[in-house]
């Protein structure tokens, strides 16, 4: 299931990043198949981002204008939690704790 939400986040990056991407790019970029990114994208649809989907020899995806993530309000140790957490499931090594 982490994957899975990991994955969905990276989507929903990938989405604000550019204005439009077809299926077999956004699915190379995640490393899953059209398949499970339809899936992905209905998940998005689900939590209530508007996902426009296009079929065609230009279709593909597209967050639809405005929206975009709510800002993260995190406080220190938060934050420092925040980034360990996501260390150790990239493994990699945790930044050190703040002074």
């Known amino acids: 299931m982490a994957a899975t939400s990991t994955r969905t986040l990276r989507l929903l990056s990938l989405l604000q990043s550019r ?15 059209v398949r499970t990114l339809r899936r992905d994208v209905e ?24 929206a975009a993530l709510p800002p993260l309000v995190l ?7 925040l ?3 996501l260390s150790a499931t990239a493994g990699t090594n945790p930044p ?3 002074p």
């Not at 204005?19 to 198949?33: F, K, M």
């Not at 998940?43 to 639809?64: C, F, H, K, N, T």
């Open 19 to 33: 204005r439009h991407w077809s299926g077999a790019d956004l699915a190379e970029r995640l490393g899953v198949s």
């Open 43 to 66: 998940r998005l649809r689900e939590i209530g981002y508007p996902v426009d989907a296009s079929r065609g020899a230009d279709g593909g995806y597209a967050l639809a204008p405005g």
């Open 75 to 81: 406080d220190d140790d938060e934050a420092v939690a």
């Open 83 to 85: 980034a360990v957490g």
């Open 96 to 98: 050190p704790p703040p």
